[in-house]
């Protein structure tokens, strides 16, 4: 039996009025006052995707959000990318409002800071073009690969190469050895993590569950994504392999649109 | 790791020529690129630029002429090499009359040419 009251101000004390005409809450009855954003808190349920182990404290804040979020406007939180990892090293927490209209939400993602004090990268996508961008874009499935969001999502989209989408990505990850001595470990672990997803993108592997780290270590060898995150990989470890995937990708690439143009 | 000014320079147009090619390819397929919605970050390739501009003198005013030349003139020149390599294969709707006007934009940005 729940009912939903205000708290209004008296003169010795506050109260909370409620009907006559009611059913339970017999006079003398105990009752347990709460506030009512708890209520909706705790009736947000979590989906973790691919997500082995969270702390509870980020469970707490996804709850928050997703709460904050969808008391403002309808639809699913999706949360993914770096917060999700073990530990406390993010930057940001990236999150997806699954509606009918797009582009970043400057202003709810303002309020949504202020709330948590924390820095939040909050993107409004339809579902037709989330489901477009796991088809497309290789950086795009492998962050949507882990995530937790307040629905279960089926991401039943079938891989779909466009190689000059592919090309257009390729290219961040271009000049990786010729910067390697000027890029802070985050830099550098950004381009291989690219390149490591357009690789296994292309060649139609599934994504390690373990996330990004598990494909940067499949892709070169064990312990590279700690490293290059703690910046103390040196050039001549990577270099070789960084140098083959890239190459393959790209000669992979350019067959893809020369195959492309001689259908048209 | 200290670098000689040459050295810079050609880190410094190696990164600019990718962020131009980045540009154009972007135009290229934007209509598709559904990462402008959800990317954040600057280019990497920019960001580097930015950083060995920083460390060219002088810094905060325009690099000599012989210097603007010499970086405008080769930063097009990849840029024109890694476009003709995709249009040779096929690539339609790549726009090289974009290439002067995107590689002169990223050089008065970085102030490494004057105002005109």
Redesign the interface.
Known sequence: MELIARVSTGSRMDQIYIAKQRDGFPIGSYVLIKPLETVAKENIKLFPHNIAQVEPVKLYIIKSLAQSIKSRHEGEVIVFGSFLNPGFRFNDVDVILLSSTEGAYGTIGKKLEEETGLKIHLTMLSEPSLLKGIATDPLFALLMNNHIATKRMMFDAKRDLNFKLLDLHLQKSKMFIENFEMMAGSEKLKMVRNLAAIEYFMKGKKFPKQGTDALIDHTFSKGTALRLRDNTLLKEEIKKRYRQVFDSAQKEILKGISDGAQQK | ?VHNRNKLIS?LI??LA?AV??KI??Q??QE????Q??D??K???L??AI??REEINPVNAPLPEADVSMIAAQTSKKVDAELK??IA????SLNLGLVEPAVNQMLKGLVIKGDD
């Open positions: 790791m880190l190696g990164n990718n090619i980045h390819l972007e290229a397929v598709e690129n559904l990462r919605h959800y954040k970050e280019l990497t390739s960001t580097l950083k060995y390599k995709r294969r096929g690539y339609d």
